[in-house]
């Protein structure tokens, strides 16, 4: 059965740190790109950072740049991201992806594999 597990989320204040994983099982990773994505309750689910098959290109969007990073370690069949300075508007349901067709991109349509999802809170 090919899946994603995600793990590492919960609740912390304003200020701190998080990191989440994502392991495949049934599939192995090392030639797609993979992404984090998140959903706020209300709105649209956004593409938060991804990173190529071989953890050369990263990409991040801009309100988390220089506080979250992506990692690979195919070996491990594993993706994650540390997220610092964590703020209250980075509440979201967060969700790893992959993208079988692509060892670069990361559309948000073109994601084909897809985790449960892990909830992060950021409250004081």
């Known amino acids: 059965q090919l899946e994603f597990v995600e793990s590492g989320g919960g609740s912390v204040q304003p200020g701190g740190s998080l990191t989440v994983s994502c392991e495949a099982t049934g599939f192995t990773l090392d030639v797609y790109a993979v992404g984090w994505f998140r959903q706020a309750p209300g709105k649209e689910r956004e593409g938060v950072a991804c990173?190529?098959?071989?953890?050369?290109?990263?990409t991040y969007t801009d309100s988390v740049k220089g506080r979250f990073t992506i990692s690979r370690d195919n070996a491990k069949n594993t993706v994650w991201m540390q997220m610092d300075s964590l703020k209250p508007e980075d509440t979201a349901m967060y969700y790893c992806?992959?993208?079988?067709?692509?060892?670069?991109?990361?559309?948000?349509?073109?994601?084909?594999?897809w985790g449960k999802g892990t909830l992060i809170t950021i409250s004081s």
């Open positions: 992806a992959a993208n079988t067709r692509s060892t670069k991109l990361c559309p948000i349509q073109g994601m084909n594999y």
């Open positions: 990173i190529s098959s071989s953890g050369r290109t990263i």
